[in-house]
C-alpha cells in the first residue's frame, strides 16, 4: 500500500524560506505525477504546484517566481521550495500524487497527512 510523507513544514518569518519534502513508499508502483496544494483557514483547497503532461509546471499564480517544485526519481520523492515566504502563504501544505500499482494497473490518487507552514513575524 502506497504512502505519501510529507515533511519540511514549520514557522517562517516573512522574506524566510522552506523546503517541503513528500516521499512515496510501499508496494510495486509507478508515479505519474506528484504535486502540491495548499489549504488555508476559511479556505478551499487550492493547486500550488503540480506538473502537466507537457513536461512544465503548472505554478499558482500567487507564487509564481517564488516557488519551485523538484523531483528525485530514484528516492520518490517531490520537493516544494518556498523562498520569500509571505504571511499569505500561510497554509497546510499537501502533496498528491497518481500512481499506478504495477499488479493490477489500477491508477489512484493519493494526499499526503500535510504540514502546516505559518509565515509571521
Known amino acids: 500500500q502506497v504512502q505519501l510523507v510529507e515533511s519540511g513544514g514549520g514557522l517562517v518569518q516573512p522574506g524566510g524560506s522552506l523546503r517541503l519534502s513528500c516521499a512515496a513508499s510501499g508496494g510495486a508502483f509507478s508515479i505519474y505525477a506528484m504535486g502540491w496544494y495548499r489549504q488555508a483557514p476559511g479556505k478551499q483547497r487550492e493547486l500550488v504546484a503540480a506538473?502537466?503532461?507537457?513536461?512544465?509546471?503548472n505554478y499558482a499564480d500567487s507564487v509564481k517566481g517564488r516557488f519551485t517544485i523538484s523531483r528525485d526519481n530514484a528516492k520518490n520523492t517531490v520537493y516544494l521550495q518556498m523562498n520569500s515566504l509571505k504571511p499569505e502563504d500561510t497554509a497546510v501544505y499537501y502533496c498528491?500524487?497518481?500512481?499506478?500499482?504495477?499488479?493490477?494497473?489500477?491508477?489512484?490518487?493519493?494526499w499526503g497527512q500535510g504540514t502546516q507552514v505559518t509565515v509571521s513575524s
Open positions: 506538473p502537466t503532461r507537457g513536461g512544465s509546471t
Open positions: 498528491k500524487a497518481e500512481i499506478q500499482n504495477l499488479f493490477t494497473s489500477i491508477i489512484q490518487h493519493y
